[in-house]
C-alpha cells in the first residue's frame, strides 16, 4: 500500500535561515527596551545575520514604524535581512501592541527576509481594517519560523495572527499556540501556503466567514490540536487545498454555521492519518469533514459530529466526484438527517461504518 503522509523533511530543512556568513551580530534587549528590539531589526537589514535575545517583561509596540511598504502599517521595521528573535519563554517575554496604540500588524518579512521567532508572546496586533490588512503579527512574504511562541487574541482581515501565502513563501510554526485570534473574512488564525504545522495548539479562534483557525494550501500538518474554533460559513477548524498531510491530530468542539465543521476540503488531495475528528457541529452539512477532491483516512477515527439543524453528512458529506475512502477507520455515532455517518460515496478498506443510512459504500477499495 502507498501512503505518503509527509513531505519530504530534508526539503523542510532547506527553508531554515541558515546563516549567509559565519559570523553576525548578537544583541542582549534589556527588559521592555522595545528600542533595542527595533534597532536589531536594522541592523539585519543592513546585512548583518542577528540574534537579538530580549529579556523577560513586556516589549511595548504602541507607534507606527512604517507605511509604505503596500501592505499597512507595521509597528517594527519590514525585515529583508535574517533575524532570531529569541524570549525567555511564552508568557515570560511578550511583544503587545497595546489597545489604544493605532492599527498596526506587529511584523512584516519579505521575499528576502528570513525570521525566526523563539519562546515568546506575540499579542494585540491589529491589521488596518480600512487596507484590508492580512496577518495581524505577521505579513509573511519570505521564510518565518516560529518555536514555543504564543499568538494570542490578535485580528487581521484575512490570517487573524499569521498571513504566508506569497509565491515562494515558507511558514513553520512548531511547539506553539495560537488561541483568540480573529479575522475578518477567512483564517482565524492562520492563512498559509508551503507550510508545516507541528505541535500546535490551535483554540478559539474565530473568523466572519471562512476557516476558524485556518486556512492551509500544500502544507504538512503534524500532532496539531484544533479545539473550539468557529466560522460562519465553513471549515470550523481547518479548510484545505492542494496536497495536505495531516498526522496525530486532533479535531474537536469545532462549529460552522453553515458546512464542514471540523474540516473543509475545498480542492486537491488530504491526507488524514492517526487523527481524530470528535464533536465537530455544522448547522446544515458535513459535521466532521467535507470532501470536494481526493481524500484518505487511515487509521483514524469520525466520532459524535453533527449537522444541527436538519441537513446532509453527520460524520462525512462526499461531494460529487469526490473520492473519499477509509481505511482501518472508524465512522460512527455521528448525526444528522439524512446521512447520519456519511452522505454521497465513500469506499471502505477494513472500517467500521456505524450508520450507511443515505450513504453510498463501495467495499474492499485498494488502499491507495
Known sequence: MRYHTTLSFALLTLFACTPLVAYGADVTCPPADTACL?????????????????????????????????????????????????????????????????????????????????????????????????????????????????????????????YS??????????????????????????????????????????????????????????????LNNGTDVSGGCLTTSGTVHVRDSFVGGNLSTVAAGGIDQADGDLTLLRTALVQNGAWHFGGGLRAAGRVRLVESVVLRNQVLVGGLGGGILADDGADVRLVRSVLAFNTATQGPDCSGTVTNKQSFIGDRTGCTVEEHGHDE
Open 38 to 162: 527595533l534597532e536589531a531589526f536594522h541592523t539585519a537589514n543592513a546585512g548583518d545575520p542577528t540574534t537579538v535575545t530580549l529579556a523577560a517583561g513586556t516589549y511595548v509596540l504602541d507607534r507606527i514604524d512604517n507605511d509604505d511598504s503596500g501592505e499597512g502599517p507595521n509597528a517594527t521595521p519590514v525585515l529583508t535581512g535574517q533575524l532570531t528573535v529569541r524570549g525567555q519563554g511564552a508568557g515570560i517575554t511578550i511583544l503587545q501592541r497595546p489597545a489604544t496604540a493605532p492599527d498596526m500588524r506587529l511584523l512584516q518579512v519579505t521575499q528576502d527576509g528570513c525570521l525566526t521567532l523563539e519562546r515568546l508572546t506575540l499579542t494585540g496586533g491589529q491589521g488596518a481594517v480600512n487596507q484590508a490588512q492580512r496577518g495581524g503579527v505577521l505579513h509573511n512574504s519570505g521564510t518565518s519560523i516560529l518555536h514555543g511562541v504564543e499568538l494570542l487574541s490578535n485580528s487581521a482581515t484575512i490570517g487573524g495572527a499569521l
Open 165 to 226: 501565502v506569497a509565491t515562494g513563501s515558507h511558514l513553520e510554526v512548531h511547539a506553539s499556540r495560537c488561541a483568540n485570534n480573529f479575522a475578518e473574512l477567512l483564517g482565524g488564525c492562520l492563512a498559509a501556503v508551503n507550510a508545516w504545522l507541528d505541535q500546535v495548539l490551535c483554540d478559539g479562534n474565530v473568523s466572519d466567514l471562512f476557516d476558524g483557525c485556518g486556512v492551509v494550501v500544500d502544507a504538512q500538518v503534524d500532532a496539531v490540536v484544533c
